[in-house]
């Protein structure tokens, strides 16, 4: 650690580190914004600015990195080899290539991994190659335990970034620059730590070098090509929000027609709902959006949605009671970005009508007993699986005698009560044989069925 530090305070020049975290970030900017824009474009224009963010990635990863060498202070004469120079520029960008190639629309967190280590190998590469084209006017050793230091910390964090600047949570894909900036920095800081240099009057540097003079005015014509991508970067972003916030106002205001509940969902986050979405869950707009859809509809993966059709989910609303729905998912584009639009239908009213219409199907309207129909098809079953088994059982009629005169005598009305009383007390027995143990009953009874004649 003391090695580190003094390696910072007195190796350095202050003035010229806080410069190369400067254009780190900026370049990060410029990078992940130009990138965004390219996924929103189509047809050439995606080609040409994912090239183009390519190329600002690996700048940025170059011009850090050589500025933090220029900040080295070897306490004597010192010179850049042009070649390997080079060498380490394009060994950066094709790595960065080849990263996001494997990332850019795919969510597969195992290519995200993979991207991270070619990405943390390439700028390590980047590192190495940038230190071997320092030349000093004396000997330069290594430190093997700050060289696999440098390595060994400086790759898992840039797979650790890669991997989170593809999920779905934003403010854990807001850390991933950040988190770019520290492997950066740690690499550095720990690789140069690793450099031992010992002055020797009889080293004289390269013919075909480049002095530190010839070399920071290059390296600062690439800092700011940096900035002005940055600022067309921040002029993407500015204009994609704004374009952004008129397609989702408009969507709003068109969602707010609708009688069913409408949900816009990005990347399974919801951004916005309709009044009609507040109703039923009985939650506001902000208890509803930045949420997963599936705290709404737990067990139901949007991913694993047909678009455009429709599946049974349970409604989770405030306060823990369920809702059942149809739910129904469409992608849309908005402005140049792809969201979804999850539908949400209350079915509450058709179970209950449905339950209605199989109730009077399968019952008697006065007894409220199983009716022919639905005796005849249990027995059929009871049937059906004791045969299987071949377990008897019995069937149990009871006829009520002198019915008819009862309806002749004292009306249809007396004839009715009698009825439910009856039926009230065949309940009530069968009832009370289901409570005691070791009866019948305890291997299944049919339901009492009346059937009239």
Sequence with gaps: MDTIVTCLTVGHDQTLLISAVAICLI?????????????????????????????????????THMVALLAYRPGMLSAFEPILMTISLLVTIAGIGLSMWLVIGRRD???????????????????????????????????????AASISLGIPLYIV????????????RALAPLLLLVAIAVLHVTGMAAMKVTYDPRIRLPAFSLEPDVVAPIVASVCMGLVLLAVLGLRFAIAARAQMRRDQNRLGELANLAVEGLAVCDDGIITSVNESLWRLTERNHAQLCWQPI??????????????????????????????????????????????????IRDQSERLKSEATIRRLAYTNALTGLTNRVRFH????????????????????????????????????????????????????????????????????????SWTPR
């Excluded at 995200?112 to 980047?126: E, F, K, M, Q, S």
Aim: glycine residues 8%.
């Design 27 to 63: 370049g990060i900017h410029a990078s992940f914004s130009i990138a965004t824009h390219a996924a929103r474009a189509e047809g050439k224009a995606k080609r040409h600015w994912a090239l183009l963010s390519i190329f600002a990635a690996g700048c940025t990863a170059w011009a």
């Design 109 to 147: 967190r195992r290519l995200r991994i993979y991207a991270g280590l070619i990405l943390g190998v390439a700028i390590t590469i980047l590192h190495y190659l940038g230190q071997a084209s320092y030349f000093v006017t004396g000997r330069v050793s290594w430190d093997p335990k700050f060289v």
């Design 161 to 172: 970034a890669i991997v989170i600047s593809g999920e779905r949570n934003r403010k854990l």
């Design 294 to 343: 599936e705290t709404l509809l737990p067990g139901l993966e949007l991913e694993d949605m047909a678009d455009q059709q429709e599946y049974d989910a349970e409604l989770l609303c405030h306060g823990g009671g369920v809702v059942p729905v149809r739910v129904l998912r469409r992608d849309v584009l908005v402005g140049s970005k792809k969201l979804t639009v999850v539908a």
């Design 377 to 448: 098809d249990l027995l059929s079953r009871r049937l059906a699986r004791q045969r299987l088994a071949d377990h008897p059982f019995a069937l149990l009629a009871l006829d009520l005698d002198r019915f008819k005169w009862v309806n002749d005598t004292m009306g249809h009305g007396v004839g009715d009560q009698l009825l439910s009383q009856i039926a009230d007390r065949l309940r009530e027995s069968v009832l009370l044989m289901m409570l005691l143990p070791g009866s019948a009953a305890t291997s299944g009874l049919l339901p009492v």
